[in-house]
């Protein structure tokens, strides 16, 4: 035996479903809502620790340029200590070939003393080179770091960028109103047969200024997910309807600053009785999750 259902009793399965779907999403984009925030104050922790770590490795940086150009400078006034001593010794070594036997014993003592100082400062030279040459390391270490936290910050940077582009398309998306259908017939006309149904449809609306790739799943009530990636039925269009279906995240509810948009699914076989879950993506990002029974 068949039982006919009213139109006011369809009218009134449909509104209960909307209002189902309405309560559903709100809360998926909510949580969603929070886990790109809690993820956006994550990235802008690290980046604040990473611009930390720049200044200490730049002060550093700072220091060890400042501590190689005072041993360059020691540097040179030892090279020129060492000229002066040569001559000096050379002079000496002149003399002890033109003095009398009497005198060079007395000579031979200065040279050897002369010959000591020069080992000493040969030795200090070397070691002043030894710590220019570490010094010089250090340099090109802290540098390697630095260029390093540079590409670091500029990639959280971007990633922030991201996060917060991503951020308001979701707070976009947490709205009140929008709408969801199950239609039959050229005329779209509503229902919710399963077997009637040849069109599912979500209308929202999003900031005009974001460039959003959407992307669509709808897993059926025996489990298999289509993809809008990989079925033909799907289709995105702008629409120029004056609903508005969802609020916006940014002040104001000027039509000019919303893009709406329908997602459309045009089944290619009977569809059968059940809850249909629909996910939507946006960038990559899950912006919701809505459900819809159809009997």
């Known amino acids: 035996m068949k039982i006919k259902m009213s139109k006011a009793a369809i009218q009134a399965a449909i509104a209960t479903t909307v209002v189902a779907v309405s309560v559903t999403w709100a809360i998926m984009l909510n949580g969603t809502n929070h886990s790109l925030q809690d993820l956006l104050n994550t990235t802008k922790l690290e980046k604040e620790k990473m611009l930390s770590e720049k200044i200490t490795v730049e002060k550093e940086l700072k220091n060890s340029l400042f501590a190689l150009e005072e041993l360059k ?5 030892m090279d020129k200590s060492i000229a002066v001593l040569q001559e000096d010794i050379s002079k000496k070594e002149t003399a002890l070939k033109n003095i009398s036997f009497t005198n060079k014993k007395a000579l031979d ?3 050897a003393k002369l010959q000591d100082i020069k080992k000493e400062m040969e030795k200090n030279l070397a070691d002043f080179n030894s710590k220019t040459a570490a010094l010089q390391y250090n340099i090109e270490s802290l540098s390697d770091d630095n260029a390093m936290l540079n ?11 991201d ?5 308001t398309l979701v707070q976009s998306m947490a709205a009140d109103k929008y709408l969801i259908e ?3 017939g050229k005329k779209d006309k509503q229902t919710i047969s399963a077997k009637k149904t040849d069109k599912i449809q979500i209308s ?7 460039n959003i790739d959407l992307r669509c799943t709808i897993t059926t009530p025996d489990g298999k997910v289509i993809s809008s990636n990989l079925d033909k039925g799907f289709s995105f269009i702008n629409t120029t309807e004056d609903e508005l279906y969802a609020s916006l995240y940014f002040t104001g509810s000027n039509l000019h600053q919303a893009q709406n948009i329908k997602m459309i699914y045009s089944p290619t076989s009977k569809l059968k009785p059940g809850i249909y879950d629909i996910d939507i993506y946006g960038n990559k990002v899950h912006l919701g999750n809505c459900k819809i029974r159809l009997k």
Do not use: Q
């Open 73 to 77: 400078g020691k540097n040179a006034e």
């Open 109 to 111: 003592k200065e040279y």
């Open 151 to 161: 590409k670091t910050i500029a990639m959280l940077e971007n990633e922030n960028s």
């Open 163 to 167: 996060l917060r582009s991503n951020l």
């Open 182 to 184: 199950s239609s039959k």
């Open 204 to 210: 929202f609306a999003i900031p005009e200024y974001l």
